[in-house]
């Protein structure tokens, strides 16, 4: 994908929102990142070369050297991937990381603010308040649907950032492809549509409105469908003049060369993504029908993701349950908007059956002993 002449003037004045810190930023340079060519001996970067003390041969060589730090193998993956260009993308140590420069780069502390869409990620408010920015809260209606003129009565020349996760934790649902149009163009600053469950959802990605809206930053990360949580790898998806400013800001080598190896193997298996993505929709149907023939259970929310928002008559009583039977599910009674209500990741087969068992049986002292857990990261 390109972009067309004609969006210049618009990128220019998106990325003239970025704090004045950050344009006039001299960047840190690497001396890896300036040299081109064949280099033979390496002794530029105070790296052991007399060898690693362990060695890694099966996953990457030359743990002794510092990682590619333009990451290129995996830009250039990634583009073919999503079908952009590799000056189009962020690596980051997940994609929690971008959501932090990001906000590094847009918003000053103390007088810039994010809008974001309650109950909604957890992460996006956290780093807000780390980096002193302010939070504007546009909560999403009752059915967990994105409130568009709550947006609008909220948003302000102070609003750098627009938070839409889609599907949406911990509700579950997406964000409708024609709202996020709305969305974007109402947003004068950057509009982040976090993409982080969209491959279990029948969605559009908001990476094909790029082009029309160069303020759209998507999120996209390999700690959900591709199973690689351990790795720590996500991306942000957005205009080359975004981009930059990322690359600018992060440090030289924010993503070890394991993961860049290991991320570039696990592009290659979209067999497992299929399958697995596949096994995940099944079960979340089946589990969703289950639990919600449970006399104790209100509501099984409707979920595009890769887990279920359930609400309780008495969620603590549900969740205590659980615990005893070593069950481990996110606890949301405490987030507005989402009383009384677990979220739970969907399991195998059998750890789901454990959760139906553990909850239709009437005491705490389940008999199953049988260690299950069930993922309580985000
Ligand atoms: C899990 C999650 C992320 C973070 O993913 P990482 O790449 O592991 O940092 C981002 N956004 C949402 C909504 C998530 O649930």
């Known amino acids: 994908m390109s972009f067309p002449k004609g969006d210049y003037k618009n990128i220019k004045l998106i990325e003239g929102l970025a704090r004045r810190a950050i344009l006039d930023l001299v960047p840190y340079s690497s001396a890896r990142s300036e040299y081109v060519g064949k280099s033979e001996i390496l002794l530029d970067a105070n790296e052991n070369t007399f060898g690693s003390a362990v060695d890694l041969p099966s996953v990457c060589s030359h743990l002794n050297r510092y990682p590619d730090p333009l990451q290129i193998d995996l830009r250039n993956k990634l583009a073919k991937l999503y079908k952009v260009n590799s000056n189009q993308i962020f690596v980051g140590n997940g994609s929690d990381e971008a959501i932090d420069l990001l906000l590094r780069v847009f918003c000053e502390p103390g007088k810039d603010a994010i809008l974001i869409t309650p109950p909604t990620y957890g992460m996006y408010e956290v780093i807000a308040n780390v980096q002193g920015v302010l939070i504007q809260r546009a909560n999403l209606s009752s059915d967990f649907t994105v409130d568009y003129s709550g947006i609008k009565k909220t948003i302000n020349s102070k609003s750098k950032i627009v938070f839409i996760c889609s599907p949406n934790n911990p509700t579950g649902n997406k964000v409708e492809f024609s709202e996020i149009v709305k969305i974007a163009k109402l947003t004068a600053g950057i509009l982040v549509v976090d993409e982080a469950y969209i491959d279990f959802a029948e969605q559009d990605s908001a990476i094909s409105l790029l082009q029309r809206f160069p303020n759209i930053v998507v999120l996209r990360t390999l700690s959900k469908a591709w199973g690689m949580a351990g790795i720590r790898t996500g991306f942000a998806i957005a205009h080359p003049r975004i981009i930059s400013l990322l690359q600018k800001i992060k440090f030289p080598y924010n ?48 979920s595009d993701a890769s887990f279920i928002l359930v609400k309780f008559k008495n969620s603590n009583l549900a969740f205590n349950k659980l615990n ?42 389940n008999k199953s002993k049988k260690i299950k857990k069930v993922a309580a990261s985000e």
Not at 280 to 290: G, M, N, V, Y
Not at 341 to 360: D, F, P, Q, V, W
Request: proline share 2%; aromatic share 2%.
């Open 255 to 302: 993503v070890s060369s394991l993961s860049q190896a290991t991320a570039l193997r696990a592009l290659d298996q979209k067999k497992f993504l299929s399958t697995v993505v596949a096994k995940i929709k099944t079960e979340r149907a089946r589990l969703s029908e289950q639990l919600s023939k449970n006399p104790d259970v209100v509501k099984v929310f409707p």
């Open 324 to 365: 005893a039977s070593g069950i481990i599910v996110r606890d949301r009674n405490n987030t507005k908007g989402c009383e009384n209500c677990l979220r739970i990741s969907i399991g195998t087969r059998e750890e789901n059956n454990s959760i139906i068992a553990c909850l239709n049986s009437s005491t705490n002292s």
